[in-house]
């Protein structure tokens, strides 16, 4: 069995597609090196870290033994985020979706609402539709890897939840139009896969398919936990007769989106009133805050919520964020960010017991820039 490599490459995430498109005859950069191709597939496991990988290689041959490169996620290391990553070839500094919630204003010069670009939602994910408020393409206005591979006359089929067709996240990051194949399980993925590329055509073709089941187990039980092993086996199966199923001349990816820890120590923000002192508003997840300050009260926040956290995460202003490039090299998009960011260390989560119950009582956690977070597989076949 190849051996996982040992570290990872300086490419991310936002490189992958750009990659494909180049392999596809697009005039697109090629940092990965995808060798030319007239037909690709793509398939993103949700929540499978390359360090999951190596510490469970034997529940995982195929996945340890095809990894070609580990890259990546990109900050933070959410779902949200990283997909429109992908599908845009950029950072979320450039295409704005800057966290699993963040604030946002629309036209009405009112002021701005917590918004929740995965659920595209308002307030939580569990809130009132955003649709109307924040239509996907003004929350996300940079064009797509896959608009521009149809423009280019390739054929584009997602492979995915029949819910996700319309979703406000899949408008704004994916864009294009293309053959839609409902899919939930492994299975269902696999065969709908097979069945795109099953007849010659004289078209180049992509697809794009999306599991998201080990992010949820992870979530619930715990990366490493007897249902995750069993879905990682079940995940590593699949890869293994697709990658011996799809034509030769086809080209195989197979990436994630973000790793997972374990939430090993609470830090409860709703109930530590040093932490919510000069505070108008909380986004993010447990592993990455965006903190809005009242005005006049940043300084302030900024030095409560680092003598509050000490370790347990580090914390710094939105000007130090924007100077360290975290979120990526543009600006454009700054107001967005907290005004102050608390990143999670260790196995820290900053949870909100009272604001986010049901996220609050979660296992599995991501987000922030450890290594089991940001580290991701790349298999090429």
Known sequence: MTQLPTAPTAHSLADVMPSIASALGTDQRNPLHIAPAKDAVLVLIDGLGAELIRHYADEAPTLAGMTRHIISAGFPATTATSLTSLAVGAPCSKH???????????????????????????????????????????????????????DDGVDVTYVMREDFRDSGLTRAAFRAHGDYRPANSLDE??????????????????????????????????????????SLRDVDAFVADLATDLPRDCRFLLTADHGMVTAETVVDIDTTPALLAGVESVAGEA?????????????????????????????????????????????DHASRLGDVIAIATGGVILARTQAERMESSLLGHHGANTPAEQHIPLLIR
């Open 189 to 230: 993925i696999r065969r709908g896969v097979l069945d795109t590329f099953s007849r010659p055509s004289r078209n180049r073709r992509f697809a794009y398919g999306y599991f998201g089941d080990l992010d949820l187990i992870g979530h619930i039980h715990g990366p490493g936990s007897s249902q995750w092993l069993q």
């Open 287 to 331: 592993r990455v805050r965006h903190v809005y300050s009242r005005p006049g009260s940043t300084g302030d926040v900024l030095l409560a919520w680092r003598s509050e956290l000490a370790d347990r995460a580090r914390v710094i202003s939105r000007d130090q964020a924007l100077d360290e490039h975290l979120f990526g090299p543009d600006r």
């Open 96 to 150: 704005g979706i800057v966290g699993y919630s963040f604030r946002l204003s629309d036209d009405s010069g009112g002021p701005p609402t917590s918004f929740n670009p995965l659920r595209w939602t308002l307030e939580s994910a569990g809130g009132p539709s955003a649709m109307d408020r924040f239509p996907p393409r003004q929350v996300q206005q940079q064009p797509s890897l896959l608009e521009l591979l149809a």
